[in-house]
């Protein structure tokens, strides 16, 4: 019985973990490889093309100054400062993006009358370019962090609030009704089948508020910071010094990596059960 | 015993899609609804589910109307409708999340027996066949132990095998608890070897065509003469219902029996 009732499972992993013939375990490592060959590839080409002397690499400077640059500003204890600052106004401006993004637009998925209330106004705030909002914040909430987490909170925002509304909108009404067959309650109808069904969509709305959270904050500490990544472009650009944004831009570069990453980690647990192109790989 | 009383539909677009039906169907007993499209066989359905409401008329179930779902009414759609991010086990103990978790696994773990897809219980929906994934519905809907189950075209999606080997399942299947079956169907063959009484309606508006009681014992043979004759009988009466010369047959002397009004 423990036997047959594991056989799906099994079967699934089959042609991963049974000893695969050695061209399928190369083509395993061979995969994300395939993905770093054309940076690193970039990389060399440009190290040995300044070593070689046919440029000097003054504003555009080879990954060993980059990378120098990285370890003087790390040993000073500069770069972890830097760092802190930027994750934390993230963290903070996401965290208040998706609350109100979540919340706002599963309620006015879910009720149609607060839709029609609500999503006009939320539309026409969205056409306006999240920057217009910085001199407006910076006058109301001042300088300091408050007016930079407001900034990115607007920008994760949205995306949040669209794909939420919209996945409640579209789940499967036949769904729906194999709910309203089993005589849920409003709660348990909105636990048990919408949230269930709208999670792929609030992933991926998650994954792209993050990405405008990154890049709202490098527009939020272009305006009178004095630590954090955005920091360090300003500063550099100011004194001269590309190797110190080129190295600002692969960190942000890495920790959106990173908490991209995090995300998809977090939440493929919960999304195993779908039936999707994306699952098999894709296309060859 | 349930009992619909002149329930008719009319749609908010003005579709009339359902006039004054009436039956009493009484308890265990099986019922194919069959007739053309368009002749409201599925808006019935859903008005004995709670579904939708009637636009007139009354459905009552051991005299409690229906508005909403019931408890004891189940249905089972044309598509299995299983929900992709439950594990098999878990869609068919969807309903019995009242019940506490130990005895919700072992209702879980018998119907999953019933149906033959005891290994099948950690499965995601995905996985399994179309004929798998209906077994799965049908369990689902006969695991709270509904008094009258609805079956929208069940086996409609299916290849002709697989629907055999269901219909014969549930037959199997309703043999348990006895429950009211009642079929929407547009397979004569299917109507025949399932039901006590086969309803024809006609369309437009949906209606009551005629009763035709099938006075075969079960478990029936597809292939006897008797069979075929039933079958000729409810093809013939489809045919009638569609043809507009013929009018409407007065209820009272149809099958002579106190059903109609």
Redesign the interface.
């Known amino acids: ?1 423990t036997m ?6 099994t079967l699934e992993r089959a042609d991963t973990t049974a000893a695969p013939p050695p061209s399928a375990r190369l083509l395993r490592y061979a995969r994300p490889a395939l993905g770093l060959l054309l940076p690193v590839g970039l990389a060399l080409f440009w190290e040995l093309w300044v070593a070689l002397g046919y440029s000097n690499g003054r504003l555009v400077p080879p990954p060993t100054k980059i990378f120098a640059t990285v370890m003087e500003l790390a040993k000073s204890g500069e770069l972890s400062r830097h760092i802190a600052a930027t994750v934390t106004r993230v963290a903070a401006g996401f965290g208040l993006g998706v609350a109100a993004g979540t919340i706002l637009g599963a309620v006015s998925g879910y009720w149609g009358v607060v839709r029609q209330l609500l999503d006009p106004t939320v539309q026409a705030l969205r056409a306006i370019p999240s920057i217009a909002w910085v001199p407006l914040f910076i006058l109301w909430l001042g300088i300091f962090e408050t007016s930079k987490v407001a900034l990115i909170a607007v920008g994760v925002f949205f995306p949040v609030y669209l794909g939420v509304m919209g996945a409640i909108l579209s789940v499967d009404r ?2 729906v ?2 709910g ?4 849920l309650s409003g709660p ?1 109808m909105i636990r ?2 919408l949230l ?2 709208v ?1 792929p969509a609030y992933v991926v709305a998650l994954r792209v508020g993050l990405g405008l959270g990154w890049m709202f904050v490098v527009a939020a500490e272009f305006m009178g910071a004095s630590e954090g990544l955005g920091y360090l472009l300003i500063d550099g650009q100011q004194l001269g010094k590309p190797a110190q944004i080129v190295a600002a831009i692969v960190i942000f570069a890495i920790l959106g990596k990173t908490t991209d990453w995090l995300i998809e980690l977090a939440t493929a647990p919960l999304l ?4 999707a192109f994306g699952r098999q790989g894709g296309a060859a | 015993m349930l009992a619909l009383e002149k329930v008719g539909k009319t749609y908010p677009n003005g579709v009339h899609a359902l006039e004054r039906f009436s039956a009493e169907i009484k308890p265990g007993e099986i019922v194919a609804i069959i007739g053309g499209s368009g002749c409201g066989k599925s808006t019935l359905l859903r008005a004995i589910a709670g579904l939708d409401r009637a636009s007139t008329g009354t459905v009552t179930l051991d005299n409690a109307v229906i508005t909403a779902p019931h408890a004891k009414i189940g249905i089972i759609f044309q598509e299995p409708r299983l929900l992709p991010w439950l594990s098999v086990a878990d869609n068919i103990g969807f309903g019995l999340s009242d019940l506490p978790a130990d005895v919700r696994r072992e209702k879980v773990a018998q119907a999953l027996a019933r149906v033959g897809l005891a290994d099948k219980a950690k499965a995601w929906p995905r996985e399994l066949s179309g004929g798998q994934a209906q077994r799965v519905a049908i369990a689902r809907a006969l695991v709270p132990q509904p008094e009258v189950l609805l079956l929208d075209e069940p086996f409609s999606a299916l290849d002709a095998f697989t629907r055999r080997d269901l219909q014969d399942h549930l037959l199997d299947l309703w043999n348990d608890t006895r429950p009211t079956l009642i079929l929407v169907t547009h397979d004569v063959d299917e109507a025949v070897v399932l039901a006590d009484r086969v309803l024809v309606m006609r369309p437009r508006p949906g209606r009551l065509f005629e009763a035709i009681r099938i006075n075969l014992t079960r478990p029936r043979d597809r292939s006897s003469p008797l069979f075929e004759n039933f079958k000729r009988h409810v093809l013939t009466s489809l045919d009638r219902s569609l043809d507009r010369n013929v009018p409407d047959a007065d209820p009272k002397t149809v099958a002579g029996e106190a059903m109609w009004w």
Do not use: N
């Open positions: 019985m047959s009732a594991e056989l799906p499972v036949k769904i009704e194999v309203r067959i089993f005589r348990a048990r089948i269930p069904a999670l195993r059960w779908q039936d």
